[in-house]
């Protein structure tokens, strides 16, 4: 596979090794419309609103700025980073008029152009290091064989970010990508970051061939490896991960950091690459970058780096549903409770009915997602079953007459960090009896509120699902 593009998402997808299982969009999340192109569910539309919203408040409260840019360009744009030369077989042009156009198979040139909006309106009010960050959805050209379950798509979307740094803040903005990575997988995927799950690859020149196939000066090349190796250095020394070092697999445009996650099935591990740190040597020749930042800053040298945390999401939504087998974290979930009502067939049925509903109601009414589920005493273990091979919802709770003679509800919500799901017991408020019901939610939102200030809540009635 050639491996000289000025990308870093696109080399992800090689890592996951062929011989694991293919991650697959399933019914809950979404549907291929046509080879490669997935259509998101109705779950997954949850899942990638909110995601996209505790990303670019994450990334906003440390400084980057948040952007949107068009799915469409002038391949003009393309053809002044060199895209349209050497990317040209991966991206899809076609002509409006008579003018050319290209469907944005990369962000960077974008991020770029508006780094240089920015320094030619405000000049050195333009703080750097100079971060910006993008759910950025793009889309390549693959031919059909190539394609892959959720590996590899012709469209996805990268959470993607550009960092313009002066020398002097380089290995602080390498660090400080890694620990914004670590805190993302900790508080928001109940992942844990340390030296047993993960470790860092770093991928350098081949000194030999520096003028040949990596493009650049020696003075860049070492300048940018020491950098990323101090960076690498004060990530091993505090959090005791190990780096490896790959002389000649750098990319030819600069070297790398790839941050990798071993993830162990029963006898096998396989490896998941989580987020890629790059210096890129290309896109500030293209663009006159230095020029212009010697000029308006004064600084002789600057860097880009491209960065991601989760590479593409929808191809992380596949690697971590076949990892937790289909259960996204609460705050991401389709279905975050479904609330089980108990009938006996005797005359109680219509009072736990009706509570039933009423829960639903009032979660719904605070921004859950929630569906009520009309089971049966005999029944109930059969629902339980069809209800955790399907939607798996994030929390069960079941309502029935011993829960109501004792006011109290039984709840059971999936704990990623024990992969399984544990029992609470909570009150039954007779004047709102889903006030305890919400508490656990808030409770279960609790990582993500420290992480980006609030916990995003997109209220549905899911009860189709169940
Ligand atoms: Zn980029």
Not at 77 to 91: A, C, E, I, T, V
Not at 137 to 153: A, I, K
Not at 207 to 230: N, V, Y
Not at 417 to 426: F, V
Request: aromatic share 12%; net charge neutral.
């Amino acid at each position: 596979m050639e491996k000289n593009h000025i990308d870093f998402a696109y080399e992800q997808d090689l890592v996951v090794r062929p011989d694991s299982r293919v991650p697959i969009l399933d019914r809950e999340f979404g549907h291929y419309t046509g080879a490669g192109v997935p259509l998101f569910s109705i779950g997954g539309g949850y899942y990638r609103y909110t995601l996209i919203d505790i990303l670019a408040r994450f990334h906003a409260r440390r400084g980057y700025h948040i952007v949107e840019t068009p799915i469409i360009a002038s391949s003009s744009l393309y053809k002044l980073s060199g895209h349209l030369d050497f990317y040209r077989q991966n991206m899809y042009l076609f002509k409006i008029e008579d003018h050319d156009f290209a469907i944005k198979p990369m962000n960077c040139p974008y991020h770029i152009l508006l780094f240089m909006h920015e320094l030619a309106r405000h000049r050195n009010k333009v703080r750097l290091p100079f971060k910006i960050f993008e759910a950025g959805r793009v889309h390549r050209y693959e031919p059909s064989g190539s394609l892959y379950g959720l590996l590899r798509v012709r469209g996805f979307t990268q959470d993607d970010a550009h960092i313009i740094t002066p020398e002097e803040n380089a290995v602080e903005s390498v660090y400080n990508v890694f620990e914004e990575m670590r805190e993302l997988m900790e508080k928001l995927f109940h992942l844990n970051v340390s030296g047993e799950t993960v470790y860092l690859r770093l991928s350098l020149s081949d000194r030999e061939l520096i003028g040949k196939d990596f493009m650049g000066t020696h003075e860049e090349w070492s300048k940018a490896e020491s950098i990323l190796e101090q960076a690498a250095k004060i990530i091993s020394e505090k959090y005791n991960i190990t780096y490896y070092k790959e002389e000649g697999e750098a990319a030819f445009y600069g070297p790398k950091i790839d941050i990798v996650m071993k993830i162990r099935e029963g006898e096998t591990e396989k490896e998941w690459q989580l987020g890629t740190i790059q210096f890129d040597f290309n896109l500030p020749r293209r663009f006159r970058l230095y020029d212009l930042v010697k000029e308006v800053y004064g600084y002789d040298t600057v860097f880009i780096i491209h960065r991601a945390l989760m590479g593409s999401l929808e191809r992380f939504l596949g690697v971590y549903l076949d990892y937790y087998k289909g259960r996204l974290p609460f705050t991401l979930a389709p279905v975050q409770f479904a609330i089980l009502a108990i009938r006996k067939g005797t005359d109680i049925d219509s009072e736990i009915e009706s509570l039933a509903y009423r829960i639903k109601q009032e979660l719904i009414d605070k921004g859950f997602r929630a569906g009520v589920v009309l089971a049966s005493k005999t029944g109930l273990s059969k629902d339980v079953r069809r209800l955790e091979s399907t939607v798996k919802p994030s929390v069960l709770v079941y309502l029935g007459e011993k829960e109501i003679q004792t006011k109290t509800l039984m709840a059971r919500p999936y704990l990623h960090s024990e992969r399984k799901r544990s029992s609470i017991k909570i009150p039954l408020d007779p004047e709102y009896p889903a006030k305890h019901v919400i508490e656990l939610g808030n409770k279960l939102e609790s990582a993500v509120r420290e992480l980006v200030g609030y916990a995003p809540r997109i209220p549905g009635d899911m009860e189709y699902m169940l």
